[in-house]
């Protein structure tokens, strides 16, 4: 997940890095119960590991929250993602992308 002050943007991926979905939300805490209602319909029954590229405590309370709920809830270094990002053909920066490179990560 790509953590900003307003909202997170989240991105689904399998162990074969498919994109099973994209989400957006809030936030808020009022919205983590949705939020993980999304996720767990995009992922079925799949094992859920959470990666927060959490920068300035932006994803603290979502991490609390998470692993109030008992889920693997791992913190990705910026420096790791930025890495991943420029590893591509295509340097492109958008929070979509960004996520997706967390949850390569």
Not at 21 to 40: A, Y
Not at 82 to 93: E, W
Request: proline share 3%; aromatic share 10%.
């Amino acid at each position: 997940m790509d953590m900003h002050k307003e909202q997170h943007t989240a991105v689904v991926i399998d162990c074969w890095l498919n994109i099973l979905g994209e989400i957006t939300l809030e936030n808020r805490p009022g919205k983590f119960d949705q939020f993980l209602s999304h996720v767990k319909k995009l992922s079925g029954d799949l094992t859920l590991v959470f990666g927060l590229e959490d920068t300035r405590g932006l994803g603290r309370n979502l991490a609390m929250y998470l692993v109030g709920h008992k889920f693997v809830v791992k913190h990705i270094n910026p420096a790791y993602t930025s890495a991943m990002r420029l590893s591509a053909p295509t340097v492109f920066k958008n929070d979509s992308y960004d996520a997706f490179c967390v949850a390569r990560v």
